[in-house]
């Protein structure tokens, strides 16, 4: 069965500090693995990722993909209160073309 | 519209109650996706039309669940005899993807359906 498992489940933290937001997986035909951001509303794309070893970067944000070890990281630098979000990892099953999500990290920046 | 656009945002019914779910997605998108979400656990995938087609309908959870996207662009979701185990948000994504190269799903604010 196609897992993607992420760690930690909630994470509070001040102002101004880094984060790292894991995401395991196991799957039987990885096509690639992508992070979004969920507040309340809609999932917002963040990154997608395909090749191991290249890290994509948006401002504060950075992600890279270990296909050898089957994970990824989300980093955030210098957070924002506006980063509060769940944050969801998910993985492009290769022919299937649905996405299998982890459970998601709740994140919150306190000021 | 510039997004996926779902309607009713919010859907309470009575247990044994018929509902319908609307997605409108991002106009050219060939791909459509449902996605059942239940609170504090992320999305799990229900049903997949490319065009018209439902090429995958794998995480229907039972046969009150139909879907359909009959002229290829607007998609329902239908849910017959709701039970309380149907409340969550139901989630509609679409992408441009159509089966080759790597463009990204994306969502619609989805449609809170409670079940009394």
């Known amino acids: 069965e196609d897992k993607v498992v992420q760690s930690p489940l909630s994470l509070v933290v001040h102002e101004g500090d880094t984060v790292t937001l894991n995401c395991s997986y196991e799957v039987t035909n990885f096509r690639s693995l992508l992070w979004y951001k969920q507040e309340k509303k809609a999932p917002t794309f963040l990154f997608m990722l395909?090749?191991?070893?290249i890290e994509k970067k948006s401002g504060r944000l950075s992600s890279i993909l270990d296909k050898k070890e089957l994970f990824s990281i989300l980093n955030i630098t210098a957070t924002q209160t506006g980063d509060s979000a769940i944050y969801l990892c998910?993985?492009?099953?290769?022919?299937?073309?649905?996405?299998?999500f982890g459970q998601g990290t709740r994140l919150t920046i306190n000021p | 519209g510039a997004g996926v656009s779902q309607s009713p945002r919010y859907k309470v019914a009575k247990r044994g109650q018929d509902v319908a779910l609307r997605c409108d997605p991002i106009s050219g998108h060939v791909s459509l996706f449902w996605y059942q979400q239940a609170l504090g656990q992320g999305p799990e995938f229900l049903t997949y039309f490319q065009n018209e087609a439902q090429l995958d309908k794998s995480g229907l959870p039972s046969d009150r669940f139909f879907a359909e996207r009959p002229e290829g662009s607007v998609s329902t979701l239908k849910i017959q005899r709701t039970q309380q185990e149907d409340s969550a948000v139901y989630l509609c994504?679409?992408?441009?993807?159509?089966?080759?190269?790597?463009?990204?799903?994306?969502f619609g604010d989805g449609t809170r359906l409670s079940i009394l």
């Open positions: 395909t090749s191991s070893g």
């Open positions: 998910a993985v492009l099953i290769q022919g299937a073309q649905k996405l299998v």
């Open positions: 994504a679409s992408s441009i993807q159509t089966g080759v190269g790597n463009q990204p799903q994306h």
